[in-house]
C-alpha cells in the first residue's frame, strides 16, 4: 500500500534508497545531505536494511569506492554536497567514463571561498560536464521518485551513466512535506536487481578495466561514452512515463506552468520553482499572462524540447543560482540561449540572464514581479538583452569596461 | 619450501608482452607476489608505470580481474569492490562460491603520497586486502621526480643535485612504521632478490584475514641510471648495506628481521652504485652520506633490538 507521510527531503532519497535494497552504500558526510546516509545507517543498524554501509576518509574515496563497487556489479549508492562534490570531481569522469551505473544524492551547497553552508547550484553546475546525468528536484516528493528513476536509467544497458539526483541544501533537504512513499514489492517490482554486463567479481571471465588508452582508440572511447548521454534522452522519457503509468507522477525532461497562452516565461531549477509559481499565480490574477518552464533534467541538455516549447514568447528570464566569473552568463542561461539560436528570428525570444541567491539568498515573490516588469519594459523598447541581471543583491551592478 | 622450478609451473597471472622498461624490477616482483595466491585474484591498480605499461589498450597482460580508476585511490576502489563481494555474499547471490583475494598495487608515490588516506582507510576497516608497494623510490612513470619515498641526497628531476643542492634534503618517509602502527595483522618488507622470502611473505599476506601489507624494493634502471642486468643484484646491495632491511611484523608489534648481512657493508658501496647518488661522493658532500650512514644504523640496530624474543632464539 502506497503511504503518505511527512517527510524531508534526505529522508525520502533515504527511504527510496532503502527500497531499491542496495549492496553498498559508500558513506562520507557532508551538511547537508549527510541524513541520507545516517538513517540508511540507522536501518542497517537495526536490521532492516541487508547492505554494506562503508565510512570512507575522504569523498574521492567514497566515489572510488563506487566504481569498484559498480564494477563488481554491485548496486551503490553514495552522497556529496558542495566540497565534498567538488572533491569527487576526478573521479566523477572515471565513473561516467567507464560507464558504470552510479548514482549520487546531492543536497546542492554554495562552494567556498567565503565558507557558506547554504543552498546554490556552484557545486552541481561545476561537475555539468563530468558526463553524468543531472536530476534535479523541486521537492522532497520529486527527490523520492528522481532517485528510483535514477537507478532504472543509470543501470539501463542502453545508458550505463551515472546520475547525480540534486535537491537544494536545507530549503528541501531538510522541509518537510507530504510524500507518498509507494509500496516496497512495486519498486522491486518497477526496478528489478541490478543484472550488469560485466563484473569483477566473474572469475571465470577476467576483466581489464580502466586500461590505457593511445591516441589511436582515445577519441573512439570518448564517442562510446558521448553515445550512452545520448541514449539516456530517450530512457529518461521512457522511465518517467513508465513510472508515471505506475505511480501515477509522470516525468519529462521538465515541467511547465501556466506557460501554454504565456507571453513571458521565467526559467528556474529545483526548490525556487516553488515561489515561482506562487508569484505567477499573483501575476497572472493581476492579468499578466506569465508562466514557468522548470527543468528537470539538466545533462543531458533537452535542447530541442525546450526550444520548441520557448518558441513563440516574447522574452524569458533565466534564473541560475550559480555564478560563473567571466562567462556571458549561467550555465542554464547559456544553454538555453544556445538552444534557441537556431529559431526564426521572428519567433525567438527575447533572453534576459538572472543570477539569484547565491550562498541561501532567499528569492522573494516580489523579485519574480520586477524581474518580469523588467523583461517586459526591455522588450518593449526593444533593449539589449546583453549584461547580467542581479537579483536581491545590494551592489546591482558590475562594471565590465 | 618450494623449489624454482615448481614455482615456475605454477599458474601466472601477469602475461609476457607488457611495455615495462627493460631490467624493471616489478615483473619480477609480480611473478613471486600473484603466485603466491591459491585464489582468484581481483586487482587494483594504481596509476603509474605498472598500470601504464600493462595495459596499453586493446592489449592487456593481466589474466586475472583488474581495474585502474585513478592515481591515489586503488586502494579505495577495492574498498569498493569488497564491500559488494562481502554483500552478495551474505545475499547468496555471488556467481559461484570460490574465494576471491583482493590485491591493490601501487607505486611508492601512489602509496606514500597521494593515496596513504585510502590506504589508512581500509586498514582501520579491517578489510581484508593485500596491499602490494612497488618502492622505485621517484615518481618513475612521470619522468622520475622525487616522491616522498625519495631517500635524502638522490637526484631526481625535482631535486636535482647542482651548484648549491645536493639532491633531496629531506630523509624518506618510514611508510612501514606507519602502516604498522595501524595494528593490522601482517606488514612485511622485502627485496627481489630473495624470491623464496618475498614468496613466503606474499603467501603468509594472502592467507591473513584482514589487512596486510607488503612494501617491496623495485630498482629502476630508467631512473637510477643502472645496468638492466643489475637490478636483482642491486636489491641485494640494498639489504647487505641495511638500506632495505628484510623483515615482518606481525600484529603491529612482533617484529622478526628475516635477512642479516654476515658482513654489513657501508652505505657508500650503495651509493655509488647508481648514477642519482654520485654526486655524494665528492668530498663536500661527505657529510650528508655520513649522516645517511647514521641514519641506516640507528634504523637497522632499532629493528634488530625490536625483535621479537622468541623469533631471535
Redesign the interface.
Known amino acids: 500500500m502506497r503511504a503518505n507521510k511527512v517527510l524531508d527531503g534526505n529522508t525520502a532519497v533515504s527511504e527510496a534508497v532503502r527500497q531499491l535494497d542496495p549492496d553498498v552504500v559508500m558513506a562520507y558526510p557532508s551538511a547537508p545531505g549527510a541524513p541520507m546516509l545516517e538513517r540508511l545507517a540507522m536501518d542497517i543498524a537495526n536490521g532492516s536494511l541487508d547492505t554494506e554501509l562503508v565510512n570512507m576518509e575522504s569523498p574521492q574515496s567514497a566515489i572510488s569506492g563506487c566504481i569498484g563497487a559498480s564494477a563488481a556489479g554491485g548496486r551503490v549508492f553514495s552522497s556529496a554536497s558542495s566540497q565534498e562534490l567538488a572533491q569527487m570531481h576526478e573521479m566523477l569522469f572515471i565513473a561516467s567514463s567507464l560507464r558504470l551505473p552510479i548514482v549520487i544524492g546531492i543536497a546542492d551547497r554554495a562552494l567556498s571561498a567565503p565558507i557558506n553552508y547554504y543552498a546554490d547550484h556552484s557545486d552541481a553546475m561545476a561537475e555539468r560536464d563530468c558526463g553524468w546525468i543531472q536530476l534535479f528536484c523541486e521537492s522532497p516528493q520529486e527527490a523520492y521518485d528522481n532517485i528510483i528513476q535514477a537507478y532504472k536509467i543509470s543501470e539501463h544497458q542502453d545508458v550505463k551513466t551515472p546520475v547525480m539526483v540534486a535537491m537544494d541544501g536545507w530549503i528541501t533537504s531538510h522541509t518537510m512535506e507530504n510524500v507518498s512513499i509507494e509500496e516496497p514489492s512495486e519498486i522491486t517490482d518497477f526496478m528489478g536487481k541490478r543484472i550488469p554486463t560485466y563484473s569483477l567479481l566473474n572469475s571465470t571471465k577476467p576483466l581489464t578495466i580502466g586500461s590505457f588508452s593511445s591516441p589511436n582508440y582515445y577519441f573512439e572511447h570518448k564517442l562510446n561514452q558521448f553515445q550512452g548521454m545520448e541514449n539516456s534522452r530517450k530512457i529518461i522519457r521512457e522511465v518517467g512515463k513508465e513510472f508515471g503509468d505506475r505511480f501515477g507522477r509522470y516525468y519529462g525532461y521538465f515541467e511547465t506552468y501556466k506557460l501554454d497562452d504565456a507571453e513571458y516565461g521565467i526559467i528556474i531549477m529545483s526548490s525556487a520553482a516553488g515561489t515561482a509559481k506562487e508569484a505567477i499565480d499573483r501575476l497572472r490574477s493581476r492579468g499578466e499572462k506569465v508562466g514557468l518552464l522548470k527543468l528537470r533534467v539538466f545533462r543531458p541538455f533537452p535542447f530541442q524540447e525546450i526550444q520548441e516549447r520557448l518558441l513563440g514568447l516574447k522574452a524569458i528570464a533565466i534564473f541560475d543560482r550559480n555564478i560563473v566569473p567571466g562567462s556571458q552568463g549561467g550555465p542554464l542561461y547559456n544553454e538555453i540561449r544556445s538552444a534557441m539560436y537556431f529559431c526564426e528570428d521572428n519567433l525567438r525570444p527575447k533572453i534576459f540572464p538572472y543570477i539569484f541567491g547565491l550562498g541561501g539568498r532567499e528569492l522573494n515573490l516580489s523579485d519574480i514581479d520586477n524581474t518580469i516588469k523588467e523583461i517586459k519594459e526591455k522588450t518593449e523598447k526593444v533593449e539589449s538583452e546583453n549584461g547580467f541581471h542581479f537579483v536581491n543583491v545590494r551592489y546591482r551592478q558590475v562594471n565590465n569596461e | 619450501m618450494i623449489t624454482l622450478k615448481q614455482l615456475a609451473s605454477r599458474e601466472e597471472w601477469f602475461s609476457s608482452g607488457h611495455t615495462l622498461c627493460p631490467g624493471c624490477s616489478i615483473p619480477v616482483i609480480l611473478k613471486l607476489v600473484l603466485g603466491a595466491s591459491r585464489n582468484?585474484l581481483?586487482i587494483?591498480n594504481a596509476t603509474g608505470c605498472l598500470?601504464?605499461g600493462s595495459?596499453?589498450?586493446?592489449h592487456?597482460a593481466?589474466?586475472?580481474?583488474?581495474?585502474?580508476?585513478?592515481y591515489?585511490?586503488a586502494s579505495?576502489?577495492?574498498?569498493?569492490?569488497t564491500?559488494?563481494?562481502?554483500?552478495?555474499k551474505?545475499?547468496g547471490?555471488?556467481?559461484?562460491e570460490?574465494e576471491?583475494k583482493f590485491l591493490v598495487i601501487g607505486g611508492d608515490g601512489s602509496t606514500y603520497d597521494s593515496g596513504i588516506?585510502?590506504i589508512?582507510?581500509y586498514m582501520?576497516?579491517g578489510e581484508d586486502i593485500v596491499y602490494l608497494c612497488y618502492d622505485n623510490q621517484s615518481m618513475a612513470h612521470s619522468g622520475g621526480q622525487a616522491s616522498s619515498a625519495t631517500p635524502v641526497g638522490a637526484s631526481t628531476t625535482t631535486t636535482p643535485a647542482g651548484t648549491v643542492l645536493p639532491g633531496k634534503l629531506q630523509t624518506r618517509k618510514n611508510i612501514t612504521a606507519i602502516i604498522a602502527a595501524h595494528r593490522i595483522p601482517y606488514v612485511a618488507q622485502s627485496a627481489p632478490w630473495n624470491w623464496n622470502d618475498l614468496l613466503r611473505k606474499a603467501e603468509k599476506a594472502f592467507e591473513t584475514k584482514g589487512p596486510a601489507y607488503l612494501n617491496v624494493l623495485s630498482p629502476c634502471p630508467t631512473h637510477w641510471n643502472t645496468d638492466t642486468d643489475k637490478s636483482i643484484e642491486l636489491s641485494r646491495l640494498a639489504a647487505d648495506t641495511c638500506v632495505w632491511p628484510m623483515f615482518e611484523i606481525r600484529g603491529g608489534t612482533k617484529i622478526t628481521v628475516n635477512y642479516k648481512p654476515r658482513h654489513k657493508l657501508p652505505v657508500s658501496e650503495w651509493l655509488k652504485s647508481q648514477d642519482r647518488f654520485r654526486h655524494l661522493l665528492e668530498k663536500e658532500n661527505k657529510w650528508i652520506v655520513d649522516k645517511i650512514q647514521e641514519e641506516i644504523d640507528q634504523n637497522w640496530d632499532f629493528l634488530l633490538s625490536a625483535q621479537n624474543e622468541e623469533e631471535t632464539k
Do not use: C
Open positions: 582468484p581481483v587494483s598500470q601504464m595495459t596499453l589498450f586493446p592487456t593481466w589474466k586475472s580481474n583488474w581495474i585502474h580508476t585513478g591515489g585511490n579505495a576502489t577495492m574498498s569498493g569492490v564491500a559488494v563481494y562481502r554483500s552478495l551474505k545475499k547471490r555471488l556467481m559461484d570460490k576471491r588516506s585510502s589508512s582507510g582501520e576497516r
